[in-house]
């Protein structure tokens, strides 16, 4: 098949290097790059968390196999006292590298140790209990000083609760320009999924407080 001088190199020297570590920070720049800031700083915790149980040492890709990732699994619930969801996300980090460093051509998909009689990352089913009308409007109700930082943190999270439970990352970029129409109009920062609101009185008070 035709391939080009420039595929022959990256296969042969990738600039970022062939093994697990230089494409982490490879993946860790391109969500930089991307404006994804609220993912760069979860998945960098748990890149290095890798790295710890390595003992800090680098690792190929090939080497990187079920039984490995079952004993990472394992450490980290050992050594973190962390939840089942908590150590996949550990997994889907590494994965995520995975995928970037096979679409650079730098790893051969051979290796990658997921999917189909490989390693499933299923999530457990949780459970979210959510406030009732009479708690939401203790909250609203609730008298606490202008100015305030338990004042603008409710404000945040009232928000937040009048556009469907928007993600506070989002919260914390609204602007201006989101509102048109009497419509909030924004893009989800982990998904880039888009959505409109309207915009409800209660939500429009709080606005007015910060862009008017």
Not at 70 to 96: C, P
Not at 121 to 126: A, I, N, T, V
Not at 128 to 140: P, R, S, T, Y
Not at 191 to 198: G, P
Request: charge should be positive; proline fraction near 3%.
């Amino acid at each position: 098949d035709h391939v080009t001088s420039k595929a022959v190199r990256q296969k042969i020297r990738p600039s970022a290097g062939d093994t697990f570590f230089p494409q982490a920070q490879a993946y860790l720049d391109t969500l930089k790059q991307a404006g994804k800031f609220n993912r760069h700083s979860a998945d960098k915790p748990r890149i290095e968390r890798f790295r710890e149980f390595l003992k800090g040492e680098d690792i190929a890709f090939q080497d990187i196999n079920i039984s490995m990732l079952e004993r990472f699994k394992a450490y980290i619930k050992g050594t973190r006292q962390v939840t089942e969801r908590t150590a996949i996300n550990h997994l889907v980090v590494i994965r995520s590298v995975f995928s970037h460093a096979i679409k650079g051509n730098v790893c051969d998909p051979k290796y990658y140790p997921f999917g189909k009689n490989k390693i499933k990352l299923k999530f457990p089913e949780s459970i979210k209990i959510g406030l009732d009308a009479d708690e939401v409007k203790a909250l609203e109700d609730l008298k606490l000083p202008e100015g305030s930082g338990q004042r603008h943190a409710l404000n945040l999270w009232l928000f937040s609760f009048y556009f469907a439970g928007m993600r506070i990352s989002d919260v914390l970029l609204t602007k201006k320009s989101l509102f048109q129409n009497n419509r909030f109009h924004y893009s989800m920062g982990k998904n880039d999924k888009t959505d409109s609101f309207k915009v409800h009185e209660k939500a429009q008070r709080i606005i007015d407080q910060y862009m008017y």
